[in-house]
């Protein structure tokens, strides 16, 4: 099957082309650097001719509320439009857990990609998980102080090799809909995994938790972002994949 991964050279995305390839499968990376750009569709028609499925794992990294919402919309919009030229026939998303619970600015974005989904003529399927093993060290990355303010939130995560498996075997089956969310194996304080990853990487940082303020923080902080009925859980343990030397890269 040939089979089309957007944003394929991201944490996920990777994971997912390396699930597709490794099972015998077609797979087409959209992405700059294989001449593909989602911003403004240069490449793209090219890139999907014979495509039967596409899995957008896209991102982008910001927390404003319209630079969110007009990045998931124009790359969701562009992608759907250029799959039924195409006759795709199913369109495969990563989202997150607790998406439609937490209201900031790029949970915005990514509830509007959803509703994108769910109303264009593509059949579809729609993958919610939990932060991946990275997300505390990405927090970490962004300020090269001695103390990193980091939200108080309590999340469950998962590796991201297991949610592209997952994503590969969406994308192989046939449209579901809302699919079963996934989620890690442990809830776990946020804090408290960045000061194990600090400590694993050697580098004296005092790490501090700080609520975030509004309903979003108090929602992340309670819990909002865990799955709230039935999820597939994972099997690789934060422990497990920080014992990692590469931090599971």
């Known amino acids: 099957m040939r089979i089309a991964v957007a944003g394929g050279t991201g944490v996920a995305g990777r994971h997912t082309v390396r699930a597709l390839a490794d099972a015998g499968h077609d ?8 001449g593909v750009d989602l911003a403004d569709g240069q490449g793209l028609d090219a890139a999907l001719a014979r495509v039967e499925v596409v899995v957008d794992t896209s991102n982008v990294p910001t927390l404003n509320r319209r630079a969110a919402v007009d990045f998931f919309t124009e790359v969701t ?25 937490v209201d900031t600015g790029y949970y915005a974005g ?30 970490l990355d962004r300020g090269p102080s001695s103390v990193a303010l ?26 579901l809909g809302a699919a079963p969310e996934l989620a890690g194996p442990e809830v776990h ?10 400590a694993r990487r050697g580098r004296p940082r005092r790490v501090v938790g700080v609520p975030v303020p509004g309903r979003a923080g108090r929602a992340m902080a309670s819990g909002a972002l865990l799955p709230s009925g039935p999820a597939t859980r994972g099997i690789q343990t934060y422990a497990e994949w920080l014992a990692d030397a590469d931090e599971g890269r």
């Open 27 to 34: 797979v087409v990376v959209l992405a700059r650097s294989h």
């Open 77 to 101: 919009s562009r992608l759907l439009a250029a799959e039924t030229r195409h006759a795709v026939r199913h369109h495969v998303v990563l989202s997150i857990v607790g998406v439609d619970r």
């Open 110 to 139: 990514k509830r509007k990609q959803e509703e994108l989904v769910r109303t264009g003529d593509v059949p579809w399927s729609i993958l919610r998980a939990t932060q991946f093993h990275e997300f505390p060290g990405q927090l």
């Open 150 to 175: 980091l939200p108080r939130m309590r999340i469950q995560p998962v590796a991201a090799r297991e949610v592209g498996e997952d994503l590969a075997r969406i994308a192989t089956g046939p449209p």
């Open 189 to 198: 304080e946020l804090v408290d995994l960045a000061r194990q990853l600090a």
